[in-house]
């Protein structure tokens, strides 16, 4: 399997405009989560999806971002206006089953934002 | 709530040496406890993981007990080399309350000297 995938690996966008990331998740797993890392905040959940509906996205900043998953196979992370403070790496993970048991998130190469 | 806490770092470790970064958990259920590892400009991969008390979890010379008493999972390695050099991050998923979120620490970076 190839992994979990991502698109674009690097995005370089100007303020106020709007921006679009993709996520492939493994084969077959029903869990897919994003995140954001910066130095000062570490690594933050921002929503998980289970079988393609949303479960928790209490922690999406506000409402410039958005998430959807459409199908199986597919999930997007969009920020719009986008902002300088929205620079981050974005990381798009999947597992198969609940991770309360034990079972692994898989993650993706992550998307490295930057907002100038 | 939970929450996990991590040594402070950066870590830096000459080859050969003992590794040990600590980490403790607060949980109000029964978590299942792992690590994780970030290397440079990649995502973050299982490391090693228990899912019960005084379950030893080991991967890649590393190990980590789930020590339920003091609520510990301290990661150790008897010899780290080089390519050891990543961000260790210590997690937790609570059973009971989080659903199917992981709660991370804020991870520790480790540099090994060659």
């Known amino acids: 399997d190839a992994g979990v995938i991502q698109s674009p690996r690097h995005e370089v966008t100007e303020m106020g405009q709007e921006v679009t990331l993709r996520c492939k998740p493994i084969?077959?797993?029903?869990?897919l989560f994003w995140y954001r890392q910066t130095m000062m905040r570490g690594l933050e959940l921002l929503i998980y999806?289970?079988?393609?509906?949303?479960?928790?996205d209490s922690g999406m900043p506000e409402d410039r971002f958005s998430a959807k998953m459409p199908n199986a196979s597919f999930s997007t992370l969009k920020i719009q206006p986008s902002e300088p403070r929205d620079s981050a790496v974005y990381f798009c993970?999947?597992?198969?089953?609940?991770?309360?048991?034990?079972?692994?998130?898989?993650f993706g190469p992550g998307t490295r934002l930057t907002v100038l | 709530g939970n929450s996990v806490t991590q040594m402070e770092g950066p870590v830096t470790l000459s080859e050969e040496a003992f590794l040990t970064i600590n980490c403790t958990y607060t949980?109000?259920?029964?978590?299942?406890l792992f690590w994780y590892v970030q290397y440079p400009g990649e995502g973050l991969q299982l490391l090693l993981k228990?899912?019960?008390?005084?379950d030893k979890g080991s991967n890649k010379g590393f190990e980590a007990t789930y020590r339920k008493e003091t609520t510990s999972f301290h990661l150790e390695k008897g010899s780290v080399q080089v390519s050891d050099s990543a961000v260790y991050f210590c997690?937790?998923?609570?059973?009971?309350?989080?659903?199917?979120?992981?709660?991370f620490g804020e991870g520790t970076q480790l540099t090994v000297n060659p």
């Open positions: 228990a899912t019960k008390a005084d």
């Open positions: 949980a109000t259920g029964y978590p299942s």
């Open positions: 084969s077959g797993h029903d869990y």
């Open positions: 993970a999947s597992s198969l089953g609940t991770v309360r048991y034990g079972n692994e998130q898989f």
């Open positions: 997690a937790l998923s609570d059973r009971e309350t989080s659903g199917s979120r992981l709660t």
């Open positions: 999806f289970n079988n393609n509906v949303p479960i928790d």
